[in-house]
Nanobody, 116 residues
Framework: QVHLVESGGGLVQPGGSLALSCAAS????????MGWYRQAPGKERELVAR???????NYGDSVKGRFTISRDNAKNTVSLQMSSLNPEDTAVYYC??????????WGQGTQVTVSS
């Protein structure tokens, strides 16, 4: 059974930085795409960043140049380094694992709040 456990959310001031981490367990070799999505109150869930295989990445337009996604294959983790945060980044951030079989798994979500 696949489990995704996120950590690292919290409260940060505008302009600050925060890092999120997601550890996956129980997944097989067919699950190579990991990413982060977020959902703000009243809005749809949106892509933040994802990493496919070892190094191919793509980002949502609103976070390009500010966020960096990376993975550690040995530990089966994916991290999101967020900088220059602004109040519009406030949301619940979800880790997502996509497998070539078509199965998708989601973490429980971690709250990120950007406020002074």
């Amino acid at each position: 059974q696949v489990h995704l456990v996120e950590s690292g959310g919290g409260l940060v001031q505008p302009g600050g930085s925060l890092a999120l981490s997601c550890a996956a367990s129980g997944s097989g070799d067919s699950c190579k795409t990991m990413g982060w999505y977020r959902q703000a109150p009243g809005k749809e869930r949106e892509l933040v960043a994802r990493i496919i295989g070892d190094s191919y990445t793509n980002y949502g337009d609103s976070v390009k140049g500010r966020f960096t996604i990376s993975r550690d294959n040995a530990k089966n983790t994916v991290s999101l380094q967020m900088s220059s945060l602004n109040p519009e980044d406030t949301a619940v951030y979800y880790c997502r694992l996509y497998c070539n079989t078509g199965l998708v798994y989601w973490g429980q979500g971690t709250q990120v709040t950007v406020s002074s």
